[in-house]
């Protein structure tokens, strides 16, 4: 399969979000702060910030799970979603 640079961009764009996804909600589910998170990732990807306040916000309103298969889970899922939406929506 050959991949344009345009291709190859959005995979890299997609792959910062799906990271901060991973990164956030598992900071959450081990019961850190995420609300600092905020600031680092608004200077980091300025185009994004938005997106990354987004995440943010939904990983504060996400339940902790005590079980760690769950929490597990729950992070995988919650990355997963957020590859998807930057895939579909051509975030770049």
């Known amino acids: 399969m050959l991949m344009t640079s ?3 961009t959005e995979l890299e764009k997609c792959a910062g979000i799906e990271y901060a996804a991973d990164t956030l909600m598992t900071f959450h ?3 850190s702060d995420v609300e600092k ?3 680092i990732y608004a200077q980091l990807f300025k185009e994004e910030g938005e997106i990354f306040n987004r995440i943010v916000d939904e990983v504060k309103n996400s339940p902790i799970y005590t079980d ?5 889970k729950a992070i995988e899922n919650f990355k997963n979603k957020w590859k ?3 895939l579909e929506n051509n975030i770049h």
């Open 6 to 8: 345009t291709h190859a």
């Open 37 to 39: 998170a905020k600031g």
């Open 29 to 31: 589910q081990m019961g």
């Open 84 to 86: 998807e939406y930057c």
């Open 68 to 72: 760690e298969k769950e929490a597990e």
